[in-house]
C-alpha cells in the first residue's frame, strides 16, 4: 500500500473517530466523564490538526491546490470553531470536581452539542474523501458524473447532520434555561411568617 494513502487514510479515521467523540459528549452523564470526554477529544484533535499539517508539508498525494484547500480548510475550521469550545467546556466540566456524582448540568450538556463543536470535524472527515480518492486512483475509474454524485450526497449528509446537531442543541439548550426558572403556584396562605 502506498505510503501517503495510508497517511490520508489514517488522518480520515482519526477525523471520523473524534467526530465521533464529539457527537456523543452530550451523553456524559456526570462532569468527571464529560471531563475525561474531552481532554481525550482534545488530544484527538491536536494529532488530526499535527497530521494534517504534516501530510500537506509533506507534499504527499500530488499537493497541488485543491488538496490543501480540502484538507487544510476544514481542519483550520477545527482549530477556529471547535478547539475554543472545547477549552471552555472542559473548564466548564472542572467546576463540578467536588461534586464528581452529580449529573451533567442542562448547560453544560447544551454546550456540549453545539452545532460548532462536533460538524467542523465531521467535515474534516468528509472532506479527506476526494484526496483519498486521488491517492488510490479511483477518480480515473469513477468518471466525473460519479464523482459528482458523491460530493452531492456527502454535502447533503453533512446538511443533515449539521440539521441535527442545531436541533439538538436547541432542545437541551431550552433545557438549560427552563431549568434555572422554575415556575410555582403559590397557594394563599403558604409564605412563611
Known amino acids: 500500500m502506498d505510503l501517503d494513502l495510508l497517511g490520508w487514510l489514517a488522518l480520515s ?27 481525550g477529544l482534545l488530544t484527538l484533535v491536536g494529532v488530526g490538526l499535527a497530521g494534517t499539517v504534516a501530510m500537506i508539508g509533506w507534499g504527499s498525494a500530488g499537493t497541488d491546490d485543491a488538496v490543501a484547500v480540502l484538507a487544510v480548510g476544514p481542519a483550520l475550521a477545527v482549530a477556529v470553531l471547535a478547539v475554543p469550545r472545547l477549552r471552555r ?30 460538524l467542523p470535524m465531521q467535515v474534516a472527515a468528509v472532506a479527506l474523501l476526494p484526496i483519498i480518492v486521488q491517492a488510490t486512483g479511483g477518480g480515473v475509474v469513477l468518471g466525473a458524473g460519479t464523482a459528482g454524485l458523491v460530493s452531492t450526497a456527502a454535502v447533503l449528509l453533512l446538511v443533515a447532520t449539521g440539521v441535527r ?29
Open 89 to 118: 467546556l472542559r473548564a466548564g466540566s472542572a467546576a463540578f470536581r467536588t461534586a464528581p456524582a452529580s449529573p451533567t448540568p442542562p448547560g453544560l450538556r447544551a454546550d456540549a452539542a453545539h452545532p460548532l463543536l462536533a
Open 165 to 193: 446537531h442545531a436541533l439538538r442543541h436547541s432542545r437541551l439548550a431550552e433545557r438549560a434555561v427552563t431549568g434555572r426558572v422554575r415556575w410555582s403556584p403559590v397557594r394563599a396562605g403558604s409564605y412563611p411568617r
Open 13 to 39: 479515521a482519526g477525523w471520523l473517530i473524534a467526530a465521533l467523540i464529539a457527537d456523543a459528549l452530550p451523553t456524559a452523564h456526570d462532569p468527571a466523564r464529560l471531563r475525561r470526554r474531552v481532554t
